[in-house]
């Protein structure tokens, strides 16, 4: 046992050599069977890839292929890091990677749990691909994947028609050339929008509870400062808070996300939410006519109440277990921020505070050093012109 001492007798010389023995015939039969289930998954990757259902029934349960084939996919593999097995077959651990074709620079990964039997010859099959212990679903596990192609955008859907999906993907076609005008056209200009069938099955998705996203039409996955070599991200919809937006509430929900895809590169840890939603925010309402009273509604309210904001929103103010009034606040005031620098400073300038915000290592002294070199201002005044600009605008 490790951490105790014991002294071995000459008898015990012999079990000390015979260990290292069984431990390496051990070892074989794993190796043997990862070794073998790799190169089934391989074979199941190929048919899988090259459309062949008959190849890919060979290798075990073909539920994996009627639901992925509507998916473009340029690439799929696994790599097994475990494989366990008993007396009725086997479970095996492995790392998926999969490219959308047409949209994903770099593979995107997800963790995989498969089930394996074993034929009287001894041939393993696939009886089950499922999502890992703590990870999330990929939306082919809630059933078979839709797929609509729009001029910049994919729309994937599962539970959902293709005429709805093309709904989707007329809004995202909207969003990108619009997002291009405000922001630059140094991104991909594509945009990957998943539509699950429900609340809870977004919540799966991203491997959250339900509970923090009720409310929230829209959000979108991904690394913040990313070097560019990460795959598109996803803007994952709840279609039950999107489907009680009207038709302009729906395209800014998708011009703001798809907004977060194509400054990603640029959001950073120094970037606090307030400047990333707010920017969102900023480039989604651009050109809609809403006023301020309109779009802030809930800091309008704060603001005739007597009840002004002292401070800008803190990045707590924008969690998702928020009470909803506090969050609505908190993306409005981000939301006239930008406002204020785009109207005080010009759009270009807000675009370079941004970008200036969002190179910095660490979030402490990046607003302060990009505001300085920026906007030619301190933090005091800025939020002092900040409060001056609510209150005028919302009153």
């Known amino acids: ?46 048919a899988l890839l090259g459309h062949d259902e008959t190849a890919y029934g060979a290798t075990g349960t073909r539920t994996e292929y009627t639901r992925l084939r509507a998916l473009p996919l340029a690439s799929w593999t696994y790599r097994v890091t475990d494989v366990r097995t008993t007396s009725a077959g086997a479970t095996a651990d492995a790392d998926l990677s999969y490219r959308v074709a047409g949209y994903d620079k770099a593979p995107v990964d997800a963790r995989r749990t498969l089930t394996l039997g074993r034929t009287a010859d001894g041939k393993w099959y696939v009886t089950a691909d499922r999502p890992a212990e703590e990870a999330g679903q990929q939306l082919w596990d809630q059933g078979p994947v839709t797929a609509v192609e729009g001029a910049h955008s994919l729309v994937l859907g599962t539970g959902r028609s293709a005429a709805e999906l093309r709904g989707y993907a007329r809004l995202a076609d909207r969003a990108v050339p619009a997002v291009s ?25 991203l491997g959250s509870p339900a509970a923090n996203y009720r409310g929230i039409a829209a959000v979108t996955t991904g690394e913040a400062g990313g ?32 907004t977060h895809v194509a400054t990603r590169a640029d959001t950073t840890a120094a970037t606090p939410l307030w400047l990333s939603e707010g920017f969102a925010d900023w480039i989604g309402y651009l050109d809609t006519g809403r006023t301020p009273t309109e779009a802030a509604p809930e800091l309008t309210r704060a603001v005739r109440n007597g009840h002004a904001p002292a401070a800008l929103p803190t990045d707590k103010d924008f969690g998702f277990t928020s009470d909803p009034t506090e969050l609505a606040q908190a993306y409005e005031g981000g939301w006239l921020a930008c406002r204020m620098i785009a109207a005080h400073w010009g759009t ?25 070199k920026v906007l030619d201002t ?18």
């Open 1 to 46: 046992m490790a951490g105790r001492r014991r002294t071995w007798g000459l008898g015990a010389v012999g079990l000390a050599l015979l260990l290292p023995l069984a431990g390496c015939a051990g070892d074989t039969a794993a190796d043997s069977a990862r070794t073998e289930v790799q190169h089934l998954l391989d074979r199941r990757s190929a």
């Open 181 to 205: 005008r405000a922001w630059g056209t140094a991104w991909s200009r594509l945009v990957v929008v998943l539509v699950p069938r429900s609340l809870a099955d977004m919540a799966a998705l």
């Open 227 to 258: 070097s560019g070599q990460a795959p598109a991200d996803r803007v994952v919809v709840n279609p039950e808070a999107y489907a009680v937006l009207g038709d302009l509430g729906k395209q800014v929900v998708l011009t703001h996300e798809t």
């Open 348 to 372: 270009a300038r807000l675009g370079t505070f941004y970008r200036a915000v969002g190179a910095h290592a660490q979030r402490t002294g990046a607003v302060e050093d990009a505001l300085k």
């Open 378 to 395: 301190t933090m005091n005044a800025f939020t002092e012109r900040w409060r001056e600009y609510v209150r005028t605008q919302l009153t």
